[in-house]
């Protein structure tokens, strides 16, 4: 049943792919399989949208990979008290610096699990961008092949 549910969104986007094609071919007919594969490859949003989260993945190893390094931090102070509560001026003024520089020398194995998790977060999503490029290719050349099929067919029906 899931199956069915799944082809009527392959016929829109197909139908849409094509006519979108149909009406680029119209308006340029000496296209090239080739130019419309490299203009939907540059073009295609949900493509962009698989880059952009490869792109977020790569950024997740650095970000693993860089607590493994030092960990530095300081902080600055400064406090000014003044007291008349007894009849008498107390005044207080002071000022205070800290800096801490932790390196981690073991970890139990957390840190080098989370680089691997990561490294095999980032192979998977390699692997979801390639599965995705691969399904729009062959979208394209079907749709492409479909609309060249149809003018040929139309052509042929003109000439009888």
Same mark, same amino acid.
């Given at each position: 049943?899931?199956?069915?549910?799944?082809?009527?969104?392959?016929?829109?986007?197909?139908?849409?792919?094509?006519?979108?094609?149909?009406?680029?071919?119209?308006?340029?007919?000496?296209?090239?399989?080739?130019?419309?594969?490299?203009?939907? $490859?540059?073009?295609?949003?949900?493509?962009?949208?698989?880059?952009?989260?490869? %792109?977020?993945?790569?950024?997740? $190893?650095?970000?693993?990979?860089?607590?493994?390094?030092?960990?530095?931090?300081?902080?600055?102070?400064?406090?000014?008290?003044?007291?008349?509560?007894?009849?008498?001026?107390?005044?207080?003024?002071?000022?205070?610096?800290?800096?801490?520089?932790?390196?981690?020398? $073991?970890?139990?194995?957390?840190?080098?699990?989370?680089?691997?998790?990561? %490294?095999?977060?980032? %192979?998977?999503?390699?692997?979801?961008?390639?599965? $995705?490029?691969?399904?729009?290719?062959?979208?394209?050349?079907?749709?492409?092949?479909?609309?060249?099929?149809?003018?040929?067919?139309?052509?042929?029906?003109?000439?009888?």
């Amino acid at each position: 049943m899931s199956v069915r549910s799944d082809r009527p969104k392959h016929l829109v986007s197909a139908a849409t792919l094509a006519a979108s094609l149909c009406l680029a071919a119209t308006a340029a007919r000496a296209e090239q399989l080739q130019d419309v594969i490299a203009y939907v $490859y540059e073009t295609n949003p949900g493509l962009q949208s698989q880059r952009a989260a490869l %792109k977020a993945l790569d950024e997740s $190893y650095v970000q693993a990979r860089s607590q493994f390094g030092p960990n530095i931090s300081a902080s600055v102070g400064d406090t000014d008290y003044i007291d008349k509560r007894s009849g008498v001026t107390a005044h207080a003024d002071t000022q205070s610096a800290a800096m801490s520089l932790v390196q981690p020398l $073991y970890s139990g194995g957390r840190l080098t699990s989370r680089l691997d998790a990561t %490294k095999a977060q980032i %192979k998977s999503g390699r692997e979801v961008l390639r599965r $995705y490029e691969l399904d729009l290719l062959g979208r394209v050349v079907t749709a492409y092949l479909d609309v060249r099929r149809d003018q040929q067919l139309l052509k042929i029906s003109q000439d009888t």
